[in-house]
């Protein structure tokens, strides 16, 4: 209700003065007809950026910072699912069954989210293999910062955040090999858990990327 109907003695006395100082009627506080149009534009910007009218993705589509779809950062059943127009109108879901019988990507095809993420594991835990056992100060120093570096540049863009959130809870323990085989190893831990996979353990480390397994099958 305009703020010139509401019913109060002193507010009408009020707005008696106002005329009679201007020579106007006092004005509703009501929002001007621009200010309207202003208002309903950035409403139906909103509806928009909430998927009000934003087109359509299949479940489990994660869009990078441009607004596009990332596809390193997406499942490649997702990717072929918008690929070949089947949509919801939710994201970071599970992919639609008729996508799961594609669930890998031609091995000459841009990386998905899943195969990303296998080889740079296999990076990443081949580099904590190879480290020193007695690391100079210089490569611990290096370590450090190739790991912060990574955070900021892993392609896929949601991955690297939460990689980053962990690793502010977790400092790199870089002083040995085993110490930073173990800390690789709790960082991937840290992923499967939140993607529901089941933990490695982690006493396993140097057999699974290092020596091979003590039952010979890789020598
Ligand atoms: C930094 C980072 C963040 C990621 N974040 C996400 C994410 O947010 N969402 C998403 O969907 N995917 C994410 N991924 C990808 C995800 O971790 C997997 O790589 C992907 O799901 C494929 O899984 P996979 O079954 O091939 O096995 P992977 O998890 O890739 O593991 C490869 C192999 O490593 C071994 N292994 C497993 N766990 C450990 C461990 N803890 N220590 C040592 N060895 C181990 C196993 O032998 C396994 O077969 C991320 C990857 C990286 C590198």
Redesign the pocket.
């Known amino acids: 209700m305009p703020v010139t109907q509401i019913e109060f003695p002193i507010l009408q006395s009020f707005f008696c003065v106002v005329e009679g100082v201007t020579g106007m009627p006092p004005q509703p506080l009501d929002a001007s007809p621009e200010q309207v149009e202003r208002q309903q534009q950035r409403e139906r910007q909103d509806e928009q950026s909430v998927g009000g009218s934003k087109p359509k993705m299949p479940k489990g589509v994660v869009l990078g910072p441009d607004g596009k779809p990332c596809r390193s950062c997406t499942s490649f059943a997702s990717w072929a699912a918008m690929s070949k127009g089947e949509t919801s109108n939710t994201t970071m879901s599970k992919p639609p069954a008729t996508a799961i019988a594609a669930a890998e990507p031609p091995s000459d095809c841009p990386p998905d989210?899943?195969r990303l993420?296998?080889h740079?594991?296999t990076f990443?835990?081949t580099l904590t293999a190879n480290y020193p056992t007695n690391p100079t100060p210089t490569q611990q120093s290096d370590t450090r910062s190739f790991i912060s570096l990574f955070g900021k540049m892993?392609p896929?863009w949601?991955?690297a955040d939460?990689?980053r959130s962990w690793k502010a809870e977790n400092a790199p323990r870089v002083s040995s090999r085993e110490e930073f085989g173990r800390w690789m190893?709790e960082a991937?831990?840290a992923?499967?858990v939140?993607?529901g996979k089941d933990e490695?353990d982690?006493g396993k480390?140097e057999e699974?990327?290092r020596t091979g397994w003590k039952d010979g099958r890789c020598d």
């Open positions: 989210v899943d993420g296998n740079t594991w990443l835990h892993y896929c949601s991955c939460d990689f190893c991937h831990n992923v499967n939140k993607l490695f982690c480390w699974r990327w």
